[in-house]
């Protein structure tokens, strides 16, 4: 055991934020999400939901500077009438650590899922809500 890490962050958790390189992109993705097709390096957290794991991801995790919009959302397909209200909170957890980053694009559904095959990692949740997927790009520690 650790002190100070929340205990959301498994080992293999930790392992893969260590691993990734500047420019690497890793995707935390909701329940409906096809994390298992999709993923390169695939993490099970099935108890838990998007935001408890972003904000726990986000006190290590530096965001990419040299991109204009280093975290991206799964856009809302045309004619669903849906208001994701959980990406508020996703707001709020990015800009309690990264202020200066909060500039948050939003993806067409079939890119969003492009990008994920080429993502270091995929994180499965158990998470709900829907259009609750979203990709951070990493940064440098400076």
């Not at 948050?104 to 994180?123: G, L, P, Q, S, T």
Request: net charge negative.
């Amino acid at each position: 055991m650790l002190k100070g890490i929340p205990s959301v962050l498994s080992p293999e958790l930790l392992k893969i934020l260590m691993e990734m390189g500047h420019g690497d992109e890793i995707v935390i993705a909701d329940g409906n999400f096809p994390s298992a097709a999709i993923a390169q390096r695939l993490v099970r957290l099935d108890g838990h939901g998007v935001t408890e794991i972003l904000d726990a991801v986000m006190r290590f995790f530096p965001l990419d500077s040299y991109t204009p919009s280093p975290v991206g959302l799964m856009a809302v397909v045309p004619g669903d009438d849906v208001e994701p209200v959980i990406w508020e909170d996703y707001k709020a957890a990015i800009c309690k650590y990264e202020p200066e980053r909060c500039n948050i694009e939003f993806i067409e559904r079939f890119e969003f899922y492009e990008r994920a095959k080429k993502a270091y990692a995929v994180v499965a949740t158990g998470e709900t809500a829907i259009y609750a997927n979203i990709i951070l790009k990493k940064g440098v520690v400076q």
